[in-house]
């Protein structure tokens, strides 16, 4: 963080010059506050300005100034200029109050929309209407009046395409911050579950949200977070990635060191018990923090079907992260340096089937693991149906041509594959590029020091692990400073009944977390049992 | 939650000294004790063990006097300065010499079984680097390193010999404790070579957030790996006998090879214990290489202990190679026990009567 803390004080130095130049404040003269909003929007043909007049004697000129697209053209034909030319001519009040007042007699007796504020600052109208509010400018009045009016195309909530479930909620975040706050206010409808909202990014103006619960969460995480968010000086937020990378812990990692979902009861569950939320406008990833290694594989789902079943998903997808990461750097080190140790029957039948092909196990794996990568990206940008044509001429056909060409052996076809289908089992997109990046380094250390360099990079890799922190938590932490309690949520998910507490490691405010129904059963039962033998005897 | 004190807890201590107790030694251990009590060797373990125990309490004893200081600053205090100094730079070459004798061991032995054509030079110097990236970070990430090690280490090693339990002769332990007291003493001190490892305990005080329960986290550690080595032992010498035993040199692969698990992908699952004895070396050598970084770095009063670890590196590699054989590295590592002698059992009781006698002057 030094590096950034070093960035962040250079540019804080210029913040401070800027500070210098006030905003001008919202004149009597309608004229002039037109002028300079015309000034400042200039050439943003986009911007529509609506004069008109009200009054019996027309003698009021009012102006509305907003975006075009941005705004919702119902609200301000039905809400504003409906009721400010025509309705308000029914209740009448002087001139001279209206002048005086203008605020208090819109927003009693003309405006019929919802949602208004006053402000006196031209530089934040501006960016209000740039936002899709719309501004109502009186004249002889140095107040604006800040109508809500924002309304635009956006996509609706749809299932979130990157965290499919078979059971659980359907929905999505989308593009729109209010929309994806609402979506996890419906989850939690407690008064202590705060979205704090902030600005983030000099031009862009992106609209951040946290959330959190107030009486739950970790304060000193809280006020890391936000004081990490307020170093944050750049033009523009364009997703949550940006967020992510500018707050986070260290830069060199492959490893997210924050969550990403598109899920709004991931993100309620994980507020549950005591983490922190980021939203970004214009982003359907909600940020998690602080994360873990463990919690990277935990889909919502384990926690909705039965323990037992949700273990043994949690079983095979840690064992799916060792094949991804170490799967093909396996068949290097054992058909390259140590044949003898497989059985005597597989080790001559892959010797035959290696026969013709003229590369070394590396070079073989590597030709395969490119190709597979190559077809992945290929199948992202190309239209989908054209996507899913890719994935079978590359998966069958030019495997099936390659082991025909003697380029590779059939084993080493199987061996992608299945670390292929293994990447894809780990719920959290981001850790699994991350064991495919790994991936390769581990092919190199094995060919070069066969099973010592695959163990030399387990080592290697779980150092860096160890080092790592998300926001003050060990990375690897229910496996490291060992809590059982913690740890009946990684490998294993243990029936809910063990989950009585919040997670420890995270050190929440309100540690309980539900009241232990069963063994209360159990004991009043018992009590039962003890009042009818007394009773007997 | 947010804590970067550098600081271990006590469980966190019991594990770590498992993990640097479990080293290189543990392949030949059971050749060891096979030599030296015959049929005996689990008792000498037994007894080996607990002998270590007492000493390691001692040790801790005297540290715990001075939990905010290493060694090298509370032997000042003990037994004048020069003298302390003196015996830091024995007790950092003594570090020094289990790190590389670790690191020669692990390299013979990747050699011959792994990479029969990779010079021991590459080994050796990959491991050491990997050693000091963890190093450089200090304890925290060690004894982290070496929790998450743990179970990987112990629960295939366990798993891995339950199909040979048909296969065990009980009668290689018979005739039991047929043996002259001299042997079993001698047995006892070279068991005490597969314990090596406490020794940290005399410059990690000042790491450890002291609670109640360090005299059993101490136990806690010395417990389970008397448990472990006697099972390993076990199964050796059961099922080699200890005349076989002791001819070879690494009994443990040996008998790993001759154990066929059913129904299992790996033919030779001695690529299998290979592995997790890497780790188990790793774990050492860190420590060692830790500890070593740490009084020197108390020593000559450095700021951070950081800056030393690669100036060690070259150290340790060449001390490593100077044994010119796999033989002479075993000869060089019974003279080193004599060093032993001293750090486990004469330093502890003089620098504790010394304590004791100091306070019990103090209280008068």
């Known amino acids: 963080m030094g590096f950034f803390n070093k960035l962040f004080k250079n540019k804080n130095n210029d913040n401070g010059e800027g500070k210098d130049v006030e905003s001008p404040k919202v004149k009597e003269d309608i004229e002039e506050n037109i002028k300079y909003i015309k000034d400042m929007l200039k050439d943003s043909d986009d911007i529509i300005y609506r004069e008109f007049w009200v009054g019996e004697e027309f003698q009021h000129k009012l102006e509305l100034v907003f975006v075009d697209g941005l705004v919702d053209k119902g609200i301000i034909n039905e809400h504003v200029m409906h009721s400010l030319m025509l309705d308000s001519r029914q209740a009448r009040p002087s001139i001279d109050e209206i002048k005086k007042n203008i605020y208090e007699v819109i927003k009693k007796a003309a405006i019929t929309g919802g949602d208004i504020k006053e402000i006196d600052d031209l530089d934040k109208c501006i960016t209000s209407i740039l936002s899709g509010d719309t501004a109502l400018f009186l004249d002889g009045h140095s107040k604006v009046v800040i109508i809500s009016s924002r309304g635009w195309q956006m996509r609706s909530v749809a299932p979130p395409e990157t965290e499919m479930v078979v059971r659980g909620a359907r929905e999505g975040f989308t593009e729109t911050l209010r929309v994806n706050t609402a979506l996890v206010r419906r989850w939690i409808r407690d008064p202590k579950f705060k979205i704090k909202q902030m600005q983030i990014g000099k031009r862009s103006k992106t609209d951040i949200a946290l959330l959190y619960i107030d009486d739950i969460v970790n304060k000193d995480l809280l006020s890391l977070i936000k004081e990490r968010l307020k170093q944050i000086d750049i033009d523009g937020i364009l997703e949550s990635g940006y967020i992510e990378q500018l707050i986070e812990e260290d830069w060199h990692s492959p490893f997210p060191q924050m969550l990403n979902t598109e899920r709004p009861d991931k993100v309620a569950a994980s507020v549950l018990e005591g983490r922190i939320a980021i939203l970004i406008d214009n982003s359907p990833f909600a940020l998690i923090i602080p994360t873990t290694l463990a919690t990277l594989f935990q889909s919502p789902e384990d926690y909705f079907e039965r323990w037992m079943i949700s273990s043994l998903l949690r079983i095979l997808r840690f064992t799916a992260a060792i094949i991804a990461l170490a799967g093909p750097s396996i068949y290097i080190a054992f058909t390259s340096y140590h044949p003898g140790m497989i059985p005597t029957k597989l080790a001559l039948y892959i010797a035959s089937t290696r026969q013709g092909v003229p590369f070394p196990a590396f070079m073989e794996a590597l030709i395969m693991e490119a190709t597979f990568e190559l077809l992945r990206e290929a199948g992202i940008r190309l239209p989908v149906p054209i996507g899913q044509t890719i994935g079978i001429v590359g998966g069958l056909i030019i495997g099936q041509a390659a082991v025909m060409a003697g380029i590779v052996s059939p084993l080493m076809v199987i061996v992608v594959a299945v670390t292929a289908v293994s990447s894809f089992s780990i719920p959290s997109y981001s850790a699994a590029i991350a064991f495919r990046l790994l991936r390769f380094a581990f092919m190199l250390l094995a060919a070069v020091l066969g099973l010592y360099g695959i163990m030399l990079g387990f080592i290697l890799m779980l150092t860096h692990l160890v080092v790592l922190k998300s926001f003050g938590l060990p990375y690897l932490s229910p496996f490291v400073e060992i809590n059982l309690s913690d740890l009946a949520d990684t490998i294993i998910r243990a029936p809910l009944m063990v989950f009585k507490k919040r997670p420890p490691t995270l050190d929440t405010q309100d540690k309980k977390r539900m009241k232990d129904l069963r063994s209360e059963k159990i004991e009043s039962v018992e009590v039962d049992r003890r009042d009818s033998n007394d009773k007997k005897q | ?364």
């Not at chain 2, 000294?17 to 030599?35: E, I, N, R």
């Not at chain 2, 540290?63 to 509370?74: D, G």
């Not at chain 2, 010119?324 to 590592?333: G, H, N, P």
């Open chain 2, 1 to 364: 939650m947010i804590k970067n004190n550098d600081k271990i807890s006590e469980n966190q201590l019991s594990i770590l000294l498992f993990t640097t107790m479990l080293g290189a030694g543990v392949l030949s251990l059971p050749a060891d004790v096979a030599k030296a009590a015959g049929p005996n060797g689990l008792i000498v373990i037994l007894l080996g063990g607990l002998v270590a125990l007492v000493f390691a309490r001692v040790i801790s004893y005297v540290a715990s006097k001075f939990p905010t200081e290493t060694f090298v600053e509370y032997s000042e205090k003990i037994i004048t300065k020069p003298v302390s100094i003196l015996l830091t730079i024995f007790l950092i070459v003594y570090f020094l010499i289990f790190c590389s004798l670790n690191l020669r061991i692990f390299g013979e032995v990747a050699k011959s079984y792994l990479l029969n054509s990779t010079p021991i030079e590459v080994i050796m110097i990959t491991l050491l680097f990997a050693s000091a990236y963890i190093v450089r970070y200090g304890i925290e990430p060690i004894s982290r390193m070496s929790e998450i090690l743990f179970p990987v280490m112990v629960i295939p090693a366990i798993i891995i010999f339950l199909p040979a339990i048909t296969d065990i002769d009980l009668s290689n332990f018979l005739p039991i404790l047929r043996i002259s007291p001299l042997r079993l003493a001698k047995g006892i001190l070279q068991t005490t070579y597969s314990f090596i490892g406490f020794e940290i305990l005399y410059v990690i005080f000042p790491y450890i957030q002291l609670g109640n329960k360090l005299k059993k986290s101490i136990n806690v550690s010395f417990f389970s790996i008397i448990f472990f080595y006697l099972y390993i032992t076990f199964f050796t010498i059961g099922i080699f006998g200890y005349k076989e035993t002791s001819v070879q040199l690494w009994p443990l692969l040996t008998v790993i090879k001759s154990i066929n698990f059913p129904g299992f992908f790996i033919e030779n699952l001695e690529s299998l214990i290979m592995g997790i004895w890497t780790f188990a070396v790793f774990t050492s050598i860190s420590a060692f290489h830790y500890a070593a970084t740490l009084s020197l770095s108390k020593l000559i009063k450095a700021r951070e202990h950081s800056y030393l670890v690669i100036p060690l590196i070259p150290v340790i590699y060449f001390m490593a190679l100077i044994p010119e054989s796999i033989v002479e590295v075993y000869k060089y590592a019974s003279y080193a026990t004599y060093l032993t002698l001293f750090f486990v059992i004469v330093l502890p009781l003089l620098m504790s009567a010394i304590v004791k006698l100091r306070h019990g002057g103090e209280r008068q």
